[in-house]
């Protein structure tokens, strides 16, 4: 299997919205620059993917698999009242698995996320102290 792809690059929209916090075998792992709600993103690392049901069969159970580890650990880590996933892919067609925590408190509830309130990005000292906590979190074990 020849993951990630050679000449694989992340959307220029998702790029501008995100901070690349680490990568796995099938996925980039990008962390929203909205700091409303703990919000991850996985990109499978496959050129002109749009859809799930295009991803090559023998990267399909891998993709799930990193898509169920980060959301379990996002589970343990911010202990959120609901878990969304979803892959919409209506502003960037480029395949991408949205996972947020979500709580009964935050800016949208019981609302999707998306158009709810305006995006407050991450001052820089909250932004490097969430990356230190999800890197030791989710991916030093």
Partial sequence: MNLPSADFKVDPKLAEDTIEINRLHFC????????????LILVPQIKNIRELH???????????????????????????????VAALGNQVSQ??????ARFKNDAAWPLPVWGANPIKKYGE???????SEIQANLFSK
């Fill in 28 to 39: 980039r792992v990008l962390l929203m620059n909205d700091s409303n709600y703990p919000w």
């Fill in 54 to 84: 295009e991803l090559p069969p023998e990267c399909f159970k891998g993709v799930f698999s990193e898509i169920t580890f980060i959301s379990k650990e996002m589970e343990k880590l911010f202990k959120p009242d609901k878990l969304n």
């Fill in 95 to 100: 395949l991408h698995i949205h996972i947020i």
């Fill in 125 to 131: 000292d909250e932004l490097e102290t969430l990356i």
